[in-house]
């Protein structure tokens, strides 16, 4: 059997849409979960499944509950497992929600440094965040982040 990986990622296409999920879409799932942005610096698995049911408009709320505290854990453990300089870029911007400015002065980067070492940042997270989505069954809940080239 051959599988067929698409390995040819726009990389800027994929950071910006990285972006968006992180600046935008995240705080839907964060609220539903009833997490915070600073819950992605620590673990909050509680060991247990959390498979999605079926049935009437409360279990489908409680469905909606399940899956958006699956996606914040997947978000948490991808941003944990990230090598330690995307890790310090990505936590540092959306757990403790620092400027970007301050983010590149801290580390002592330029701003065309800051720009590209968050670009690769960014790509990162989409390639941990996949595998954490799959480990967590959400394939079907959850979009896939990169962008692929059409080679």
Do not use: W
């Not at 620092?98 to 990162?124: F, G, P």
């Not at 989409?126 to 809940?141: P, S, T, W």
């Amino acid at each position: 059997m051959q599988m067929n990986l698409n390995l040819d990622i726009d990389y800027v296409a994929t950071a910006k849409k990285v972006t968006n999920f992180l600046d935008k879409k995240l705080d839907r799932y964060l609220a539903l979960s009833g997490k915070q942005r600073y819950d992605l610096k620590s673990p909050t698995f509680d060991g247990m499944p959390k498979g999605p049911v079926s049935g009437n408009s409360n279990e489908n709320r409680m469905i909606n509950i399940n899956i958006a505290e699956n996606v914040v854990d997947c978000v948490g453990q991808a941003m944990r497992n990230l090598t330690s300089e995307s890790q310090r870029i990505l936590l540092s911007r959306y757990s403790d929600s620092m400027m970007v400015y301050k983010i590149a002065e801290e580390l002592n980067y330029s701003a065309s440094t800051y720009t590209r070492r968050q670009e690769k940042a960014l790509c990162e997270f989409a390639d941990r965040f996949e595998f954490q989505v799959i480990k967590h069954g959400l394939q079907d809940e959850v979009v896939d982040l990169h962008v692929y080239s059409k080679n």
